[in-house]
């Protein structure tokens, strides 16, 4: 947690008290938010968030409802701490990855398992599933409410060394987002390497990691093709994202102002979900140089083939390594929750050994 010191420069700089003020009934009041977004040179801050809370909420709300948004990362911030100074009054609204917050709780993992959802279809599915678990887990762990999850593009391998397949990954160290990948590149024989995202491309140049897994067009984004050489774009996570609010401040919102909100966060969720299944492909093309190639930068990675094989390992480790460690370290309780909402999902119940 962060200390009162800290505390106090990241609110000095993003924490201006939230305006609500009172208005007649079954109307949208007047609203000030201070929103801390995701990271803010990837895909979804440029091309979703960032335009949602600068444009698209105060002209859908006719000017009374307004934001000052910046990318969590614009504040030094790692996104780990993001939910703690929300629930504390930093900022009204945010994003982060859960996988960030993963230390704090292993229900945070949940909802991007490494290989539980091989399509994004599935993945949406998976966080629609669990969403309710986690809001009534937030209101108590942070004093937050959630209001929409929504993914980053595929998690898949950029190399600096040539790989064939997954069992290259063997005696290599990967840089990973969260445990449940790192635990995932153990299985496979190499070393989990958890590291923030702005720290990757000097890790890879300088070879303290030989691999880094983020989406497809993340890396692009971010340039990771100036490090790396080879691509393998086997889905092994979603990056799975939670927007979530204040819960004081939320509940200072009249019921037409919360409804609005909502309706609107679920459009953008929605519309996140289509774009990250199109960002995916579009994300490999453009590092490997093929077309077409809309939104990302154009490089020449080598794209490594999937092989079915391969994706039957990657069931085969979530089956027979993932699911069970996240189980033992999140417990009876938390395992029931899985298995009656995401389990019916995927078709797989776990359990505790």
Same mark, same amino acid.
Request: glycine content about 8%; overall charge negative; proline content about 4%.
């Given at each position: ?39 803010? *040179? ?9 335009? *949602? ?13 307004? /934001? ?36 704090? %709780? ?20 998976? /966080? ?36 064939? %397949? ?58 990771? *093709? ?18 979530? /609010? ?13 409804? *609005? ?65 996240? /189980? ?26």
């Amino acid at each position: 947690m962060l200390n009162k010191a800290k505390m106090s420069r990241v609110g000095a700089a993003i924490a201006i008290a939230s305006t609500a003020a009172t208005s007649a009934p079954a109307e949208i009041q007047s609203v000030d938010l201070n929103v801390l977004g995701s990271v803010s *040179f990837l895909s979804s801050y440029e091309n979703y968030e960032q335009a *949602f809370w600068n444009d698209r909420l105060p002209a859908a709300s006719n000017g009374r409802i307004k /934001a000052v948004v910046r990318g969590f990362d614009q504040m030094g911030l790692k996104g780990g701490e993001v939910l703690r100074l929300t629930g504390q009054g930093v900022v009204d609204i945010s994003t982060t990855v859960l996988g960030y917050t993963a230390s704090d %709780d292993p229900r945070n993992e949940a909802a991007d398992l490494a290989g539980l959802a091989p399509t994004v279809e599935a993945a949406h599915a998976i /966080a629609e599933a669990y969403e309710p678990v986690l809001d009534s887990y937030f209101t108590e762990k942070y004093g937050v409410k959630v209001l929409a999850t929504w993914p980053y593009p595929a998690q898949v391998f950029y190399c600096n060394t040539e790989i064939k %397949d997954l069992s290259d990954i063997a005696g290599k160290k990967v840089r990973t987002g969260n445990r449940t990948l790192s635990e995932f590149v153990s299985a496979l024989g190499g070393t989990g390497v958890t590291m923030a995202f702005a720290d990757v491309i000097p890790a890879l140049q300088t070879g303290v990691v030989d691999c880094a897994i983020t989406g497809t067009l993340s890396g692009n984004s971010a340039k990771w *093709f100036e490090v790396s050489t080879h691509l393998y774009a086997l889905p092994v996570g979603w990056s799975t994202m939670v927007t979530a /609010a204040n819960l004081k401040f939320w509940n200072r919102l009249n019921p037409e102002t919360q409804t *609005f909100l909502q309706t609107e966060l679920k459009a953008l969720e929605d519309e996140i979900w289509v774009g990250a299944g199109q960002e995916t492909q579009d994300g490999i093309n453009c590092n490997v140089g093929a077309d077409p190639c809309t939104v990302g930068v154009k490089a020449d990675m080598t794209l490594v083939p999937v092989s079915e094989a391969d994706r039957d390992l990657l069931d085969k480790i979530t089956s027979d390594v993932i699911l069970p460690k996240w /189980a033992a370290r999140c417990g009876a309780d938390c395992v029931a929750e899985f298995n009656q909402t995401i389990g019916p999902v995927i078709g797989i119940k776990t359990e505790i050994n």
